[in-house]
């Protein structure tokens, strides 16, 4: 049977490589003008090394943009914490919730000392209610990415299904 830690190397590899190695590669239809008005309406925050940034389970009320330091993106199932991603400066995640209102997916924890740019989701709201351009580029942003997260589960699930498959056949087989 396909073990945990070999369907995470898969998931990794292919976002790595749909992503880029920074693990998410998001928002890059911004252009310098986008980018100083998300950041305008931004608020610096610090956080230390295992300080948990964002709760899975719980109301989503920002984006983040990660300025410096790294944090690791961790889902819990059946108490067993897989980690999905680890991040870099350039990052932003907390997009997610804010597109479909839902609770966050999964933990954010710091891995070292980080300072991200926090910008709430009801400020962002008016700068797209004002901004066409900004709205224009920021939704496609997301669409880019969503489909970019879209196609690298896909092939996942296209390997796990070959997997599977395989460790059947070979318990038939033998």
Not at 59 to 84: C, D, H, K, P, S
Not at 121 to 148: G, M, N, P
Request: glycine letters at 6%.
């Amino acid at each position: 049977m396909v073990q945990n830690n070999e369907i995470l190397t898969l998931l990794k590899t292919e976002l790595v490589d749909q992503l880029g190695t920074k693990g998410v590669d998001l928002f890059n239809q911004l252009n310098v003008s986008d980018w100083g008005a998300f950041f305008r309406i931004g608020e610096r925050l610090l956080f230390e090394q295992n300080s948990v940034i964002l709760h899975a389970g719980r109301r989503g009320e920002a984006i983040y943009f990660l300025t410096q330091g790294q944090v690791r993106v961790e889902q819990n199932n059946n108490q067993e914490t897989v980690q999905l991603a680890q991040l870099e400066p350039g990052c932003i995640f907390g997009e997610m919730a804010f597109l479909d209102g839902e609770q966050v997916s999964a933990d954010v924890i710091a891995d070292s000392h980080v300072e991200v740019i926090q910008v709430a989701y009801r400020d962002l709201e008016k700068l797209i209610e004002e901004d066409d351009a900004f709205s224009c580029h920021f939704y496609q942003s997301l669409a880019v990415t969503l489909s970019r997260r879209l196609r690298a589960t896909n092939k996942i699930i296209s390997q796990l299904n070959w997997l599977f498959v395989s460790n059947f056949d070979y318990i038939i087989i033998g």
